[in-house]
């Protein structure tokens, strides 16, 4: 009588490795390359050229660029909030393409798919590969910002829009918490961007999308008569980055903002997981 062999029980890899793997992978690809340098790069054409117009007398600046002169740390807060209305969107959107629809569009998702592995798993590898390397490139221009606005603007802390002066390490507190501000709204921004991508093979339909919701959104923000729309507006409160700049700070504007991108990583997140059940390639 000949009893039959049991299954090898299926090994997974550990999440750790496989976290880095998907990072490598991200990390690796020329224009992602391409993106975090120019986008790092942002600052530095930013603070030259803010210098440039300090040198010159007949030309003046408004807003926070007007308090840049001569008051470098701020310069990465100026950055970001510039780069959070379309450039770091953009990233994001673009990453997450990559992530889903890339895949799809080179037949690598269907073998993915194919493996012993979960799909809310292979979802949440693919969303922290996008995650990390928003993050990164935030984390990239803040420190760039930094550095430019140091040596080519000057100040040794940071003069607020309230008239008070910050130590260098309360400057580094705003800074980072700019910084983590920037990062929830892009990774918002991303998640929206994810489940588009868990819909279609084609990368340049998700960044359209994507971008469609942004302009969309910011387009509806400004009408006076649809205010009762603002609340769940994705932009609504990206404008929040100047709370940063005023001593005290005012956290409730910053939390709301937070918690209205947590509602769209939630959103967003579902949308591709209820999509990654059920499909097959």
């Not at 450039?87 to 895949?103: N, Q």
């Not at 008239?163 to 929206?192: C, P």
């Not at 009408?223 to 990206?238: F, N, Q």
Request: charged share 10%; hydrophobic share 60%.
């Amino acid at each position: 009588m000949t009893t039959l062999a049991a299954p090898l029980p299926v090994r997974r890899a550990p999440m750790t490795r496989v976290l880095r793997s998907e990072l490598r992978m991200v990390l690796r690809r020329p224009r992602t390359l391409i993106g975090l340098g120019l986008l790092a790069l942002v600052p530095v054409v930013m603070g030259i050229g803010i210098s440039i117009a300090a040198s010159d007398s007949s030309s003046g600046a408004e807003g926070m660029a007007a308090l840049v002169v001569g008051n470098g740390m701020l310069l990465p807060i100026f950055a970001l909030s510039i780069a959070v209305v379309m450039l770091l969107p953009l990233t994001g959107a673009m990453l997450a393409a990559d992530a889903l629809a890339g895949e799809s569009a080179h037949g690598t998702l269907r073998g993915l798919l194919m493996a012993p592995v979960g799909r809310g798993r292979l979802l949440a590898v693919k969303a922290f590969g996008v995650a990390a390397v928003t993050l990164l490139a935030v984390v990239m221009m803040a420190i760039t910002g930094i550095i430019t606005g140091v040596a080519l603007l000057g100040g040794s802390g940071m003069l607020t829009a309230s008239g008070t002066t910050l130590s260098f390490v309360d400057a580094l507190g705003r800074v980072a918490v700019t910084v983590v501000f920037v990062a929830i709204q892009v990774w918002a921004v991303a998640a929206i961007a994810m489940a588009v991508s868990a819909y279609t093979e084609h990368p340049l339909i998700v960044v359209v999308v994507t971008l469609g919701v942004i302009i969309v959104s910011g387009v509806l923000s400004s009408i006076p008569a649809l205010d009762w729309l603002r609340p769940v507006l994705i932009v609504t409160s990206w404008d929040a980055i100047s709370e940063v700049i005023v001593d005290p700070l005012s956290w409730r504007p910053l939390v709301e903002g937070t918690l209205r991108a947590l509602c769209y990583l939630a959103i967003g997140g579902s949308i591709a997981f209820s999509r990654m059940l059920t499909r097959d390639g």
